[in-house]
């Protein structure tokens, strides 16, 4: 059982920087890769970033690329560090573990575990 809780999110000038945590709790942290996740207004949840087990292995949506890097620590935590933020870029942002991921971890249902998620609005 894992047990995850954002934080970090807040309200922000576009071209500004905010860094969201994921803590994690449970014994088998190590066992699962940990993605970003966000879900704007009126869309449906979009894949943003994943972290490997190890942390040796990430990928991004093309729309974060370069401007959110993941990281993860011993500590249980999964940080999302975002720069360069976008009025788009506006969503609720999601933690998620799971066990198996399929392709690249883009697909909501591989992962078993949602923290409740924490709100980012980027202002012009």
């Known amino acids: 059982q894992v047990q995850l809780e954002e934080s970090g999110g807040g309200l922000v000038q576009a071209g500004g920087s905010l860094r969201l945590a994921c803590a994690a709790s449970g014994r088998t942290f190590d066992d699962y890769h940990m ?25 991004y949506a093309d729309t974060v690329q370069g401007r959110f890097p993941i990281s993860r620590e011993n500590t249980k935590t999964v940080y999302l560090q975002m720069k360069s933020l976008k009025v788009e870029d506006t969503a609720i942002y999601f933690c998620a573990a799971g066990r198996s991921i399929t392709s690249v971890g883009q697909w909501s ?5 949602w923290g409740q998620g924490t709100q980012v609005t980027v202002s012009s």
């Open 35 to 59: 993605a970003w996740f966000r879900q704007a207004p009126g869309k449906g949840r979009e894949f943003v970033a994943i972290i490997s087990r190890t942390g040796e292995i990430t990928h």
């Open 109 to 113: 249902s591989d992962y078993e575990y």
